[in-house]
Structure formats: C-alpha cells, structure tokens
C-alpha cells in the first residue's frame, strides 16, 4: 500500500536536502576547480540539482508540505571540510572530484533508501529518473577522473 503524504513528505524533504547540498557543493566545487572544461561539467551537474530540487519541492508542495531549507547539516560540514582541505591542500583537480564524488555516493544511497519504500507510481517514476541522473553523474565523474590520469578513491560500486 502505497505510503500517506505525511509519511511521503519527510522522505521527500530529505532528497530536497541531497539535492540542494549537491547543487552547491558542485558549484563550490567548479569555483575551487582549475581546468575550466572540469568546471563545466561540475556547473552542469550543479544545474541538474537545482532542477530536481525544484522538482521535488513540486511534488511536496502539492502534497501539502512547508518548505524551510537551508540544507542539510552534513552537507554543509562536508562543504566546510572542502573549503578546509583545499586551503590547505590546494585546489587540485583530483581531490575535487574524490570530494564530489564521496557526495554522490551519499546522495545514491539516499536515493536508495527512499526507493526502497512503497512510494505512489507518479513519485517513484520522479524519483527513479533523478536516481538514474545521479549514477549517471557519478560514472561520468568516474571516467572524468580516469581519462585525466587521476586516481580515483570514491568508487560507486553496483552502478
């Protein structure tokens, strides 16, 4: 049986809460960036943030839900924890994209979770596509990351 709107709308805030933390840990991200190419790509997976967030707050506002975002407290520690080490380590393009893609296995798994639940068809279709966007993001970080020579740490396995 497919879940109630109160118990939809926390699960949909919290992938609110992934993706605002996405759409600007990627912005952050191309900021520090220094190869202008690895910028834009991280600007574009920033914009498909900012879309699904608008998206899903779609969603949870037609299911009656109040909106009052910030992000999500993680999210803005692994921001922080960002800004830290490339002050210290220096802007490489490498860590950068370690960084965005220990982010992108954080939002995976959350995807994950909420996928796991009796979510009503209309919603899961919505969250299934934003899911497969997300791995789609991570592979192409993957092979951003190997076509460059650098080392990848932040394997996504399974996807």
């Known amino acids: 049986m497919p879940l109630k709107n109160r118990e939809l709308i926390p699960i949909l805030k919290d992938l609110i809460e992934v993706c605002k933390d996405g759409e600007q840990g990627y912005k952050d991200a191309a900021d520090d960036v220094r190869d202008s190419e690895v910028a834009k790509i991280l600007l574009k997976h920033s914009e498909q943030r900012g879309a699904y967030f608008g998206e899903l707050q779609y969603v949870v506002s037609k299911l009656g839900g109040q909106l009052e975002f910030s992000g999500s407290i993680l999210?803005?520690?692994?921001?922080?924890?960002?800004?830290?080490?490339?002050?210290?380590?220096?802007?490489n393009t490498e860590s950068?994209?370690?960084?965005?893609?220990?982010?992108?296995?954080?939002?995976?798994?959350?995807?994950?979770?909420a996928l796991s639940r009796e979510l009503p068809p209309d919603i899961m279709g919505l969250v299934k596509r934003q899911y497969g966007g997300i791995t789609?993001?991570?592979?192409?970080?993957?092979?951003?990351?190997?076509?460059?020579?650098l080392t990848v740490k932040s394997h996504i396995q399974g996807h």
Do not use: P, T
Not at 75 to 80: A, P
Not at 97 to 113: D, F, H, P, Q, V
């Open 75 to 91: 999210g803005i520690l692994h921001r922080r924890w960002m800004d830290v080490k490339f002050a210290v380590a220096g802007s």
């Open 136 to 149: 789609e993001a991570a592979e192409e970080l993957i092979q951003l990351s190997a076509s460059l020579g």
């Open 96 to 113: 950068i994209l370690n960084e965005c893609l220990r982010g992108e296995k954080a939002a995976i798994s959350n995807y994950e979770k």
